[in-house]
């Protein structure tokens, strides 16, 4: 025999057993209902019902006797599986409400909008689900906000916006990126894309509060944050609130407070205008593709203000913004941005175990035996760093200084070097700015930096000045004596006055440590300066002419001994004069000493 004792004092509502009636284990036997909720009480045993001791609608206290089972012979038969509420079989069809949910989901996907994902195909250009499944490891996407609609219902049905509005026009949720290289709470990445079939990736009230949501997230968390940021601004067409111009919105200052916080990465193809750009222009690393177009006000907006009519595409195109120095890596579609994207975040994500170490001896001829012969100095950059593991920064924009993110020997590091090709090396208003963001990037996310000189110092002349040199160089001294992070300074050639200790943190023995290749040179100005200027007397003396240049020359070349490598590291002006060679090893072993400092304030990174 087996008594079933009530749990609680409740209502029998429903008995779903008969005397005679054989149960099994877990068969549920009769519903008690208790402060308006009702309570499945399951069979302790499997037997046949012989008592039941209460009739529906009357009350039972807590351990008072409801069912009596017998026990039944072995091999009798017992009665089908119920089918009641939380039965021991469960049906393969979705319940009800189970069913209305995945139908409204499927609205959702690319499938339910085969039109609209065939006119994006058209132009050559993928769906925001498309990239964000191309981007994120497999399955790891979780979607936050997939059932928000516009916020439009006073002027459209709700089955039109549920068909045409998906996810108000912004695809946002967490995923794993670059799992397969780094540990799962490393990868973690918040996604956001706007989605330009819905609306034209236009902003609206309902994607306003998803972003805004996510980004409350990423920085609770400490997350990535991803953007795809095509579309056209502020969408006026929302009418189910009480907004006049919707200025009040938190979603900028949201983005922007991520800033020195957390990497963020911007991604654009085809059109970025207005407010989606505000957000871009928040990266740390803007990514678009060559027919991309970014303008802080699109056709319509410049129409309005009276400057003209101009077609999308004569608006801040690809190769105008990459030029100035807004696009940080310019690829060729979709695919190549998405990739970019992951490599960039890699970045910022660890170290890898994996890496192939680049021929050491062929940093012996990087620098040409010929002192005054330019050369490429990305050669020294890639003789360096773990083979393929170099992302360059920025190409189109300040060239004499080249900024760059790679590997060494597994561990991830900035690289600056200054360009020979471009003014000798000297450092122009663009190539600090350029620096001094770089420097900034680097601090606030942890990555240490390694400075390749090779500069005759700041460039100078009344047409420089007039670009603002005096602050924009003065830019790389203020963000260096910012740093948290190791800073190693190798000098491949030149190693010249403001410029030099400009690209060493401050001065040459502010880094980690400071070493020279052979080829290394040094003074407190040009050597070809420094003579002109100091000996100017005695050079006026002569006449112009072959005396004149003799002494010139031969003045220059005394200045040059005076001021080589091994000279410099005789007095303790630098660390080491080292075999090219060996430049990795020195990195290594400095990578593994040094340390980098907590934050001991808000780090931040300039917008330009």
């Known amino acids: 025999m087996t008594e079933l004792r009530s749990p609680l004092q409740a209502q029998v509502v ?50 008072e006797l409801l069912l009596v089972l017998e026990a039944v012979a072995a091999g009798s038969a017992a009665t089908p599986p119920l089918s009641g509420p939380g039965s021991a079989s469960a049906s393969a069809t979705p319940r009800p409400d189970l069913q209305r949910v995945l139908d409204r989901h499927a609205l959702t996907l690319d499938a339910a909008r085969p039109d609209a994902v065939t006119k994006r195909h058209a132009l050559g250009l993928r769906t925001a689900r498309e990239n964000i499944t191309d981007l994120c490891d497999d399955d790891s996407f979780v979607e936050y906000g997939a059932l928000a609609v516009a916020a439009q219902r006073s002027r459209r049905s709700d089955d039109d916006l549920q068909r045409n509005t998906p996810a108000d026009g912004m695809v946002t949720g967490l995923a794993r990126v670059n799992g397969a290289l780094f540990p799962a709470e490393r990868a973690q990445v918040a996604v956001l894309a706007y989605d330009a079939t819905v609306l034209a990736g236009t902003q609206g009230f309902r994607n306003h509060q998803k972003t805004d949501r996510l980004l409350g997230i990423a920085l609770k968390h400490k997350l990535p944050v991803v953007l795809f940021a095509e579309g056209g601004g502020g969408r006026p067409g929302d009418t189910d609130m009480p907004i006049v111009a919707g200025l009040h919105v938190p979603t900028f200052a949201s983005f922007a407070r991520l800033n020195g916080q957390v990497p963020v990465v911007g991604i654009v193809a085809g059109r970025c205008f207005a407010g989606n750009a505000a957000l871009l222009g928040c990266c740390d690393v803007i ?9 802080m006000g699109g056709p319509a907006m410049v129409e309005g203000g009276g400057l003209g009519v101009f077609r999308p595409e004569e608006i801040g195109p690809a190769p105008v913004q990459h030029g100035n120095g807004v696009i940080d890596l310019l690829v060729a579609d979709e695919a190549e941005a998405v990739d970019a994207a992951r490599r960039y975040l890699s970045y910022f994500q660890g170290c890898v175990d994996a890496f192939e170490a680049p021929d050491a001896q062929a940093l012996r001829s990087v620098v040409p035996e010929n002192r005054l012969r330019v050369y490429d100095s990305r050669a020294a950059l890639q003789g360096l760093v773990d083979a393929g593991s170099l992302l360059e920064l920025r190409t189109g924009f300040g060239i004499g200084i080249h900024t760059a993110l790679g590997r060494i020997a597994g561990r991830p590091v900035g690289l600056l070097a200054n360009n020979p090709l471009h003014l000798g090396g000297a450092i122009d208003a663009d190539a600090a700015d350029k620096a001094a963001r770089f420097l900034q990037l680097c601090n606030a996310h942890g990555l240490p930096v390694v400075s390749l000189v090779d500069t005759p110092g700041f460039m100078v002349g009344p047409a420089i000045e007039a670009q603002a040199q005096v602050r924009h160089v003065s830019r790389m001294f203020i963000a260096a004596a910012h740093l948290r992070v190791p800073l190693f300074g190798v000098v491949l050639r030149k190693g010249y006055g403001l410029g030099a200790m400009a690209m060493v943190a401050g001065g040459f023995h502010a ?30 003396a002569l006449p112009e002419g072959p005396q004149r ?53 808000a780090c931040s990174v300039d917008a330009w």
């Open 511 to 540: 880094p980690e440590f400071t070493v020279s290749w052979p080829s290394g040179e040094f003074g407190g100005m040009g050597l070809e300066g420094a003579v002109r200027l100091g000996y100017r007397k005695e050079l006026q």
């Open 14 to 63: 429903q008995w779903l057993v008969a005397p005679g009636d054989a149960v099994r284990a877990g068969d549920v036997v009769v519903i008690l209902e208790a402060m308006k909720m009702e309570h499945e009480i399951r069979s302790p045993a499997a037997g046949r019902v012989r008592d039941r001791l209460f009739a529906e609608g009357e009350t039972v206290n807590e351990g």
């Open 287 to 295: 990514i678009a593709t060559a027919d991309s177009n970014i303008g």
């Open 549 to 601: 240049d003799a002494l010139f020359d031969s003045l220059v070349q005394k200045k040059y001994e005076e001021g080589e490598a091994m000279n410099m590291a005789a007095t303790l002006e630098i660390d080491a004069v080292i075999d090219p060679a060996a430049t990795r090893a020195w990195l290594l072993r400095g990578l593994e000493s040094a340390r980098t400092a907590p934050p001991s304030g």
